[in-house]
């Protein structure tokens, strides 16, 4: 039995517009998916996954499409569940060259789903890890995070972006522009999250994105803006963590604070623009800002979900917690550590 855990994540900036070759700035959050795999005698696949929104469900089946079991849930809600799982499975067997390799596979994760933490990745990420790993073929870091980012891309009908994998595999914050994935230093900065109890589908609203830029000259010029906002971003914390120093506990100064949430209030206000907030949303940043954060943004694809604010106090999380529409507030430690094996 072997047992896998990874981190999901906030955006500080860069969300959608990453999609398109835009730069992005996520970073992994003390919030965690574990994934056990136990290699079966047989090539089926079983799936205990207690925490969806179905209210818990478990299924067997063989893999493929074709071969789906007999389960008293409409289909496409199992599939829309049990794609991620499934396709890390696929990964799984692909890299370990075992086409016809069984499971039992048990997910567990304090990550909310669809909220914009990246709990896809998280699942992925831990899935593609313990697999191989029950299997005898563990896969290095950067190989893992490029098979994660290939079943998001997959299950996300070929949109997506190597940013939340490759955050969850690696920890800590990352850029990621293209294929080009690079860990980066920044300081401990002080994470606060709103979340609504909602959710949003990545691949509708990806989607929604992508119809506007092709509709709309202004709505590409929107994307290429939010590239703007992260290239700001990043230099900022490039300055605030000097070459070949490690950020990890260093304090952010209270102007590289206000000035990364400036950025940030101008980033939600370009994803707005694009459809992808919504009015718990915006409620939740609005109430942040107004108990004194220097910035919030919605964080992942939107629609519902999680914002991400800026506060070292605690005065953004009571102010969220009493915020209408606002389910759970909470203080979100950067995870320095990625992808971890908790059992071997
Ligand atoms: N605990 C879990 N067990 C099984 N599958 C999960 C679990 N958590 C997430 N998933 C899978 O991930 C899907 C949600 O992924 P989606 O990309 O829509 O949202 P997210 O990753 O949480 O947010 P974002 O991509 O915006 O950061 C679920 O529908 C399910 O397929
Ligand atoms: C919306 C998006 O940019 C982030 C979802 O967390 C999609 C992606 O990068 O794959
Ligand atoms: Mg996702």
């Given at each position: 039995m072997t047992v896998c855990e990874a981190p999901g994540k906030v955006y500080l900036f860069g969300e959608h517009a990453v999609v398109y070759g835009e730069p992005a700035v996520p970073a992994a959050i003390e919030r965690r998916a574990a994934v056990t795999a136990e290699p079966r005698s047989d090539d089926h696949v079983r799936v205990e996954?207690?925490?969806?929104?179905?209210?818990g469900f478990t299924v067997e089946y063989s893999?493929?499409?074709?071969?789906r079991p007999d389960v008293d849930v409409p289909t496409p809600l199992v599939e829309a569940a049990m794609g991620y799982v499934d396709a890390a499975v696929e990964q799984a067997r692909d890299a370990a060259d075992a086409p016809d390799a069984g499971f039992d596979i048990t997910v567990e994760s304090d990550i909310p789903l669809?909220?914009?933490?990246g709990s896809s990745a998280a699942v992925v990420v831990a899935g593609i890890d313990a697999a191989t790993r029950a299997l005898g073929e563990p896969l290095d870091r950067r190989e893992l995070a490029d098979r994660a980012y290939r079943a998001e891309y997959e299950v996300q009908d070929g949109q997506a972006s190597r940013a939340d994998t490759f955050c969850s595999t690696m920890g800590g914050a990352v850029r990621v522009e293209g294929d080009d994935c690079e860990p980066i230093e920044t300081p401990n900065l002080p994470f606060v999250v709103g979340f609504d109890g909602g959710a949003g589908d990545t691949g509708e609203l990806v989607a929604g994105v992508g119809e506007l830029r092709e509709e709309y000259e202004f709505a590409a010029d929107t994307v290429a803006s939010i590239g703007d906002v992260v290239r700001t971003g990043e230099a900022l914390l490039e300055d605030a963590v000097p070459e070949g120093?490690?950020?990890?506990d260093a304090e952010p100064s209270p102007e590289l604070l206000s000035e990364l949430g400036e950025l940030m209030d101008f980033n939600h206000g370009l994803l707005a623009a694009l459809g992808v907030s919504a009015r718990s949303l915006d409620a939740m940043v609005w109430a942040a800002r107004d108990a004194g954060a220097h910035g919030a943004k919605l964080t992942?694809?939107?629609?519902?979900g999680c914002i991400v604010a800026l506060d070292a106090s605690d005065a953004t999380e009571t102010a969220l917690s009493f915020t209408q529409g606002c389910e759970e507030a909470f203080r979100a430690e950067l995870a320095t550590e990625g992808v971890r094996v908790v059992e071997p």
């Open positions: 996954a207690e925490d969806l929104s179905l209210d893999g493929g499409t074709s071969d669809g909220a914009g933490l120093e490690s950020g990890g992942g694809a939107g629609g519902g």
